[in-house]
T-cell receptor
Framework: AQSVTQLGSHVSVSEGALVLLRCNYSSSVPPYLFWYVQYPNQGLQLLLKYTTGATLVKGINGFEAEFKKSETSFHLTKPSAHMSDAAEYFCAVSVPSGTYKYIFGTGTRLKVLA | GAVVSQHPSRVICKSGTSVKIECRSLDFQATTMFWYRQFPKKSLMLMATSNEGSKATYEQGVEKDKFLINHASLTLSTLTVTSAHPEDSSFYIC???????????FGAGTRLSVL
């Protein structure tokens, strides 16, 4: 069975500072991994995904994540936070079995301080 | 590309009425669609997986007679909340699975308020 753990339900950073949102997963088979962002009262927008190949994945809005199998991690980073990055971020894991079923983490609310 | 439209965005209804929410994939065919429920400041809870032309698969604890799902075409799935009660008030989000990309694309969500 798969599971996802997001450490830190709330993260605050200053504008211009590094953003680091943590995600650890558990999966018995090589997983697909995703980061989504949700703004208030909106659906989820895909930031980036890892399926196979290069372990450092670049996404939209300057975000990137690195798949580390040895650490079972897929942390999300951005070098310099912007006020518009304030939102809820979800990490998700999927097993490439054709069902596309996701297991979501509990989410991390990012607050950007001026 | 990969746009999923969800309608309505907000609905307020009286207790005992039924509400239908539509989820459409606008520019791709979605053999699989998903319905989630999100409580305030919580993560998404998968309610059911909907495959075109077949019965939906419901997650444990989700009442299939309360939440009726129909996936009549490759671009449309509907969720009907039957005999809605205040405890059904929530944010409902659909997503569509894109075969070639192994990704779910999400609708903007529907805020249901049952009075």
């Amino acid at each position: 069975a798969q599971s996802v753990t997001q450490l830190g339900s709330h993260v605050s950073v200053s504008e211009g500072a590094l953003v680091l949102l943590r995600c650890n997963y558990s999966s018995s088979v090589p997983p697909y991994l995703f980061w989504y962002v949700q703004y208030p009262n909106q659906g989820l927008q895909l930031l980036l995904k890892y399926t196979t190949g290069a372990t450092l994945v670049k996404g939209i809005n300057g975000f990137e994540a690195e798949f580390k199998k040895s650490e079972t991690s897929f942390h999300l980073t951005k070098p310099s936070a912007h006020m518009s990055d304030a939102a809820e971020y979800f990490c998700a894991v999927s097993v490439p079995s054709g069902t596309y079923k996701y297991i979501f983490g509990t989410g991390t609310r990012l607050k950007v301080l001026a | 590309g990969a746009v999923v439209s969800q309608h309505p965005s907000r609905v307020i209804c009286k207790s005992g009425t039924s509400v239908k929410i539509e989820c459409r994939s606008l520019d791709f065919q979605a053999t699989t669609m998903f319905w989630y429920r999100q409580f305030p400041k919580k993560s998404l809870m998968l309610m059911a997986t909907s495959n075109e032309g077949s019965k939906a698969t419901y997650e444990q604890g989700v009442e299939k007679d309360k939440f009726l799902i129909n996936h009549a075409s490759l671009t449309l799935s509907t969720l009907t909340v039957t005999s809605a009660h205040p405890e059904d008030s929530s944010f409902y989000i659909c997503s569509a699975g894109r075969v070639q990309k192994n990704i779910q694309y999400f609708g903007a969500g529907t805020r249901l308020s049952v009075l």
